[in-house]
């Protein structure tokens, strides 16, 4: 029994869901890129409007939403999230889904060490997060080419959509920490989209202190 085929293969569908979901945001982010810009000092008035406060808490930078790499820079603080649900849902169900389901047993008959089982587990989601993060990035240079052409930064806009994978990887240690923890967590994606929204919160309250400090 080849465990690692066996995981790749069950995490194939959550990995295409959340895959051209991400891709499906970047086209949709992107492609209102150029309306923006048409009217960024309109845009750039209106945002003067919002208080200082609001604006850093999201993300947003009056002097740099009109160019192509600070309006997806704002665009990714979505992507992100999208992106650590995904990797949190990964490392939260590498532990917790056999005792869940009950199979814990039955895999650690075979002739495999624990070790060696949770090894493909975590090399399987792994790869999941590779191929994810390969078609975004993809996507995303495809969308810049389409809506600007050559004229954008494509050091620093590779270095802000490779950013998510690091990410990714962080939120997935976690969810391995949260399923050693509780391994016998009912309902992943609750858990996960708990976790990520409360750390959501917990960067807008620390970017308002700073502003306050």
């Not at 295409?16 to 048409?38: G, Q, R």
């Not at 389901?101 to 090399?123: G, N």
């Amino acid at each position: 029994m080849n465990i690692f085929l066996h995981e790749l293969k069950a995490y194939r569908k959550s990995t295409i869901i959340w895959t051209l979901s991400l891709v499906a945001m970047v086209v949709l982010f992107l492609s209102m890129f150029p309306s923006f810009s048409k009217d960024a000092e309109e845009f750039k008035k209106l945002l003067e409007g919002f208080p200082v406060e609001l604006r850093k808490a999201i993300g947003l930078s009056v002097d740099s939403i009109a160019t192509l790499i600070g309006f997806f820079s704002y665009a990714f603080l979505y992507l992100k999230l999208a992106g650590a649900i995904q990797a949190m849902n990964l490392g939260t169900s590498i532990l917790s889904k056999e005792t869940r389901e009950k199979t814990a047993d039955f895999l650690l008959t075979k002739p495999v060490t624990r070790t060696q089982v949770v090894t493909s587990k975590l090399l399987a989601a792994l790869v999941s997060l590779v191929i994810t993060n390969i078609i975004f990035i993809a996507a995303t240079f495809v969308m810049a080419a389409i809506v600007e052409g050559d004229d954008f930064n494509k050091e620093a806009l590779f270095m802000i959509a490779i950013s998510l994978f690091f990410i990714q990887l962080m939120f997935m240690a976690l969810g391995i920490i949260v399923s050693v923890i509780f391994p016998r967590i009912k309902s992943v994606i609750s858990v996960s989209l708990g976790t990520v929204f409360g750390f959501f919160m917990l960067g807008m309250i620390s970017r308002r202190l700073k502003m306050k400090h």
